[in-house]
């Protein structure tokens, strides 16, 4: 049966090509982001693996180690302790360079034990002596990052608004930290805004059996800091399966879309060989039999995409290895357990589209089969009473119309409720401004994302002095995770006597007035069923609940308010702002006033509140991850349109020839298949409609951040989505409009 197969797939190739093709663009979306969330994932752990430390102290519940902060005095008191061997500190984050947004730094004490594995192919390392001499702020750059970037020792390097020296150039088997850099822990410190900080201490027991009464003596001296093996600390990064999640997004919408086309082209498959299934059903095949091959026919050309979708995740991370190697990802990183996962899509694909297919196919009988002279379905046409020849053909052909809809409704409707997300969360950022009463909003300048911004609180002094300016409110936020339920806790902190904070409205309660005190937003009350007057643990901070708010910033709810100065600690960023909110004299000025303030402090980058979301660095990334899903979906709508309008053409050969012999030119037949290709587009696009409100609203049940993820619908999101559908059509429908104006009259007639 399976030369069988082989010989039917080929026998109809260009059908089974676009097939393999739509299946294989998501398959490929599952290997190189797969590849990435793997290799981040590995380079964490092989980093705290090789450091050859028994034990690690971080902050409790950090979302990832760039947020952990520690204090570094607390690296003397671990080493005088009688069980302690020896101590590292190190401080991880990223920043903005030349050629990436996102660079990794790491910052380690001299002499550090978690430095030998760092081994100098060039130059020196920053452990030595000439090191302390060397021109510049010394660094030392990983191998991958020195290819990628072209950069080769003495040459500089700009990290943020500084640049360094490359003093070496560093291996260590981690592609995350080969595509990074290595700087002095001071140096690294006053880089990432956080003095006298790192972000967790490496730890050499004298003895293993040690490890429990250590554990104990950490426990009782400091209440906010975890002591965790290097494995346990590993388990609780969020940040890969964070990227995990973001891959299947992705790659679930791509293999959706695929497999709908893949459905299409099997059904067409069936109804082209009615015929022929009903001579085989009449020499003896049985039912199953006949299901057997044309399940096995959609498992063979899934498989086929999948094999494809590898190798073409494959030369994506070999193209893009540059930029990928400074997050971990290389081909390396395509392991069994990625193509374990590749293998399982494509079985289910292959079984979910072929199953109904093959169900029709085992379900026609002998002598109507046999009867079947072509055209449509088999069944009676019933003819609409309105539109003419194009809505005609898709309604005889409704149940492959359907699908091809389908399609392009997902495609769409995945559009506008990114699209309508993304403009909600930039309104959400611009409602900080309003709420506030401030018409600008400024941010560190040359950051890769907001979270990243430290702006020194002098800077904020000088702007609050300025003529023009009534007040300046500084803030600062930062995430941890909640164990009970799973989910993240927003802290945002400002002045308390600050006009930001008498803007929440209070429900209960009272406004901070100190520090360690919080304000809840009553969605985390509810959710948490903390209320006035309780006393919360958030990563070993204690807090009192001194009142509830609600606020029209509804990510605010999502965590609670307390001081700036308790932030600030709790970040590791004493004397930092993350925002300031502006409020000026007179409004008409407020233009001429962000000019002057980018003039004057070339550190910040100051924007109008109304404008402050679409300069952001986070929102510029979303955009682009947008277009980038954009991309893949229309491609792959694309080719199921073409796949559906390409079985149209072949089915209605004789039609065309006919139509040919009475006259019409080949324009005609053009704009016949253009007509009906345009036709599905639209009608897939007017299914999108209800296909995005549904994935809003199913983004909306995710738990505790249903008030976040709040869609904003415009008049631009519906006019995208309607040229989306229009280009689909027309993008669709031409190579099949083109060859069924190549068809002669003569031959077509003949076509059985």
């Given amino acids: 049966m399976f030369a069988i197969i082989i010989k039917n797939l080929w026998r109809r190739k260009g059908r089974t090509l676009l097939a393999v093709l739509g299946i294989s663009i998501g398959v490929a979306a599952i290997v190189a982001l797969g590849a990435l969330a793997s290799g981040f994932s590995a380079g964490y752990s092989d980093m705290l693996s090789g450091s050859n430390a028994d034990l690690v102290v971080s902050q409790p519940d950090s979302m990832d180690i760039s947020l952990s902060s520690v204090d570094v005095e607390i690296g003397e008191k671990l080493a005088a302790m009688p069980e302690v061997r020896e101590v590292s500190g190190m401080l991880e984050g990223f920043v903005q360079t030349d050629g990436s947004p996102y660079f990794f730094v790491f910052g380690y004490t001299e002499n550090s034990f978690a430095l030998d594995r760092f081994q100098i192919v060039d130059g020196i390392g920053l452990d030595e002596p000439k090191a302390r001499t060397a021109r510049g702020k010394p660094l030392i750059l990983g191998s991958a990052a020195s290819e990628s970037f072209g950069k080769t020792t003495g040459e500089t390097l700009r990290l943020g608004n500084s640049i360094y020296r490359i003093i070496g150039i560093y291996e260590t088997g981690d592609a995350l930290e080969d595509g990074g850099a290595v700087l002095q822990l001071e140096e690294a410190q006053e880089l990432l805004g956080k003095p006298r900080q790192v972000s967790l201490f490496f730890i050499k027991l004298k003895d293993q059996s040690l490890e429990g009464r250590l554990k104990t003596r950490v426990d009782r001296l400091w209440t906010d800091l975890s002591l965790s093996t290097t494995e346990e600390f590993t388990d609780s990064q969020i940040m890969g399966d964070a990227l995990n999640g973001f891959t299947w997004v992705i790659a679930g919408l791509a293999i959706i879309i695929g497999g709908i086309g893949m459905m299409n082209t099997q059904l067409m498959s069936v109804i082209e060989r009615t015929r022929e299934i009903g001579v085989l059903k009449a020499v003896g095949w049985t039912n199953g039999k006949v299901m057997r091959l044309i399940l096995g026919e959609s498992l063979v050309v899934c498989f086929a995409g999948g094999f494809v979708g590898v190798a073409i995740g494959w030369f994506m991370l070999v193209i893009f290895s540059d930029a990928l190697s400074l997050f971990g990802a290389t081909t390396t990183s395509i392991g069994p357990g990625l193509i374990m996962q590749v293998v399982v899509v494509v079985l289910l694909l292959g079984i979910v589209a072929g199953l109904y297919p093959a169900r029709k196919a085992s379900r026609l009988e002998p002598i109507e089969a046999i009867r079947y002279e072509g055209g449509t379905s088999g069944e009676d046409v019933h003819r609409l009473p309105v539109g003419g020849m194009a809505v005609q053909s898709l309604r005889q052909r409704s149940s492959r119309s359907l699908l091809a809809m389908a399609a392009i409704a997902i495609t769409v409707g995945a559009i506008m409720a990114l699209q309508a997300v993304i403009n909600g969360t930039e309104e959400l950022v611009n409602n900080m401004g309003v709420a506030s009463d401030a018409q600008i909003m400024i941010r560190q300048a040359d950051i890769a994302d907001t979270s990243l911004s430290a702006i020194d609180e002098r800077i904020g002094e000088r702007i609050s002095a300025l003529p023009d300016v009534e007040y300046v409110n500084g803030m600062s936020f930062t995430a941890t995770m909640l164990t009970d339920p799973v989910g993240f806790f ?92 502006v409020k000026v004299h007179d409004a008409q000025s407020a233009p001429l006033v962000v000019e002057d303030i980018n003039r004057r402090f070339p550190d910040v980058h100051a924007t109008l509140s109304g404008e402050f979301a679409d300069a952001m660095p986070d929102m510029v990334a ?91 619908w415009t008049p631009e999101i519906f006019i995208r989505a309607l040229l989306v559908a229009v280009f689909l059509g027309l993008v669709g429908g031409l190579y099949p409009a083109l060859r069924a104006t190549r068809l002669e009259p003569v031959e077509a007639l003949r076509y059985e």
Avoid: C
């Fill in 490 to 581: 927003i802290l945002s902190g400002y002045e308390p006597n600050s006009y930001a904070v008498q803007s929440f409205k209070l429900v209960d309660g009272n406004r901070i007035t100190g520090n360690r005190q919080i304000m809840l937003g009553k969605l985390m009350s509810d959710t948490m069923h903390w209320d006035v007057g309780k006393t919360i643990d958030l990563a070993g901070t204690r807090f009192k609940v001194v009142g509830i708010f609600e606020s029209d910033s509804n990510w605010t709810e999502l965590g609670g308010v307390v001081t700036l100065r308790d932030v600030q600690a709790f970040g590791g960023r004493p004397r930092k702002v993350m925002l300031y909110m």
């Fill in 622 to 712: 979303a955009d682009a991850m947008l277009g980038g899903i954009s991309f893949l979906a229309i491609v792959i709508g694309g080719l199921g349109v073409m796949n559906t309008m390409l079985m149209a053409v072949l089915e209605r050969t004789r039609e065309i020839g006919v139509l040919r012999a009475l006259g019409w030119r080949r324009k005609s037949v053009l704009g016949l298949i253009m007509r009906e290709s345009l036709l599905l587009g639209l009608l897939g696009g007017f299914l999108g409609l209800p296909v995005a409100l549904l994935l809003a609203y199913s983004m909306k049940l995710i738990e505790m951040t249903s008030d976040i993820l709040d869609p904003i």
